[in-house]
C-alpha cells in the first residue's frame, strides 16, 4: 500500500520529509494513517509574518512551550513547497465540532452549512451543541504559511494545496467534503484565512486530472508575494561583503559569537559547519539555499496560531468541583466523569504532565491547562 510520502510524490508535489516522519508523533494514542483510518484533513495558516518560506519549520516539528511538537503533519511553504513532518498523531486540531464529525461520517454535503454559519460551522448561531469532539485522532493537518492578515496566497500556493488535498482525497477514498478549515472545526480559530471555494476546486481536480487552478483562486491581500531576497546568494569561505555581514549577523542573532567583519574566513566556516551539524543539513561550509533558508526560519520565532481555550483563571486541584473539573477529566480521559478532583483525577493528571513532559505535580495550572486544550 502507498504511504503518504509516495502519494505526495506522485502528484508532482514539490515534497521534502523530515528525517523521522515516520514514527514521530505527538502522542502515543492511535492514530491510522491508511485509508479508512481517519476522517478527513483540517488546513490551518501558520499566521507567520515575512517572506521566508518556512518559518514556522521549527516550531511545527518540535512545538513550542505548552504544545508539544509535532503539531501537524504537514506543512506547506510560501513556495508552495510541501514538508511532510510526520503520519502520526498531532497536536493541530484540539477539541471541535461534533455536528461536523457526524456529517462527515455520513457523507453529507457540508459547504451550505459552514456558509450559513458564516464560516464558524461550530455554529452555536444554529443551536447545536459543540465543539466536544478531539480532532487529532480523527483529522490529518496541514498548516499553510500565511501571516493571516491579508498576505497573498500565490498562484504557487494555491495549486500546491489544491493538488495536495485532492491527492489525500483520491488516496483515502475521500470526497472533497473531507477537506475543512480549521475555523469550520471549531469557533475557537479563525485558520485559515483563504476564502476562496476550496472544496470546489478540489472537487474539479478530482473530477478532472488535467484541471489547473483558475486566476481567480489567488487571493490578493495588501501583502506583496514573497521574493527571493538577493541576501540569498550563496556565501563561501574567502567571500567578503554585505552579504557576509548579513549571514554574521544572522549567525549571531542565535547564539554563534562571531565578529561582523564581512569576511568569510575561518570562525565564520566553524560557525556555518556547527549551525549545519546541528539542522542536519549537509555540512560543507557552504551556505547556500538549504543552510540560508534554516538560518531564517531559526531566526524569526512565529507563534501558531493554536489559542487555548481559556483558562478559568485558577488552579484545579484534589479538592476542585465543578464544570471545568468535568472538562479536565474528559480530556484526561478519567474514567469516572463527575466534576470531582479526587485521587483518580489527580493520578491521571500527573500521568499527563509526565508524557507532556511538564512539572509533575498533579494541579492543573495555566500550562497544563494549554496542553490539555490541544490534546
Ligand atoms: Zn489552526
Redesign the pocket.
Given at each position: 500500500m502507498a504511504n503518504v510520502l509516495e502519494v505526495l510524490q506522485a502528484a508532482g508535489l514539490d515534497v521534502e520529509a523530515e528525517p523521522g516522519w515516520e514514527t514521530r508523533r505527538a502522542s502515543r494514542y492511535s492514530f491510522d494513517p491508511n485509508p479508512g483510518g481517519t476522517l478527513g484533513m483540517?488546513v490551518?495558516?501558520t499566521a507567520s509574518g515575512g517572506s521566508a518560506d518556512m518559518p514556522c519549520r521549527n516550531i511545527c516539528v518540535n512545538g513550542r512551550a505548552g504544545l508539544s511538537g509535532p503539531l501537524v503533519q504537514l506543512l506547506m511553504g510560501r513556495s508552495g513547497r510541501v514538508l511532510l513532518i510526520s503520519q502520526n498523531r498531532c497536536n493541530?486540531a484540539g477539541r471541535g465540532s461534533s455536528e461536523v464529525k457526524k456529517d462527515l461520517e455520513a457523507g453529507r454535503d457540508i459547504t451550505a452549512e459552514f456558509d450559513a454559519g458564516q464560516g464558524a460551522y461550530n455554529a452555536k448561531a444554529l443551536g447545536r451543541g459543540n465543539d466536544f469532539k478531539s480532532g487529532n485522532r480523527v483529522y490529518w493537518g496541514l498548516?499553510v504559511e500565511n501571516s493571516g492578515t491579508g498576505e497573498e496566497y500565490s498562484q504557487a500556493q494555491v495549486k500546491a494545496l489544491v493538488k495536495l488535498c485532492a491527492a489525500m482525497c483520491a488516496w483515502q477514498g475521500w470526497d472533497h467534503n473531507r477537506i475543512i478549515h480549521?475555523r469550520e472545526h471549531t469557533s475557537r480559530?479563525i485558520?485559515?484565512s483563504y476564502t476562496g471555494p476550496l472544496r470546489e476546486y478540489i472537487q474539479k481536480a478530482l473530477a478532472n486530472q488535467r484541471w489547473q487552478v483558475p486566476k481567480s483562486a489567488v487571493q490578493t491581500g495588501k501583502t506583496a508575494s514573497p521574493k527571493t531576497s538577493d541576501a540569498s546568494a550563496t556565501l563561501r569561505k574567502g567571500d567578503k561583503g554585505d552579504h557576509v555581514v548579513t549571514l554574521q549577523k544572522a549567525l549571531n542573532s542565535i547564539g554563534y559569537k562571531i565578529s561582523v567583519d564581512g569576511s568569510f574566513q575561518a570562525t565564520t566556516h566553524l560557525a556555518v559547519r556547527r549551525f549545519q551539524r546541528k539542522n542536519r543539513l549537509t555540512v560543507d561550509g557552504i551556505v547556500g539555499k538549504q543552510t540560508w533558508s534554516r538560518l531564517r526560519a531559526k531566526q524569526t520565532r512565529p507563534v501558531?496560531?493554536?489559542e487555548a481555550r481559556p483558562y478559568p483563571g485558577q488552579v484545579i486541584k484534589r479538592g476542585s468541583r465543578g464544570p471545568d473539573v468535568r472538562w479536565c477529566q474528559e480530556h484526561l480521559g478519567v474514567r469516572l466523569i463527575d466534576g470531582v478532583f479526587g485521587k483518580n483525577t489527580e493520578r491521571a493528571t500527573k500521568q499527563f504532565q509526565e508524557r507532556r513532559r511538564l512539572s509533575k505535580d498533579g494541579r492543573i495550572g495555566p500550562k497544563t491547562w494549554s496542553a490539555l486544550t490541544n490534546n
Open positions: 483540517i490551518h495558516h493541530h498548516e480549521h480559530k485558520d485559515m501558531v496560531t493554536t
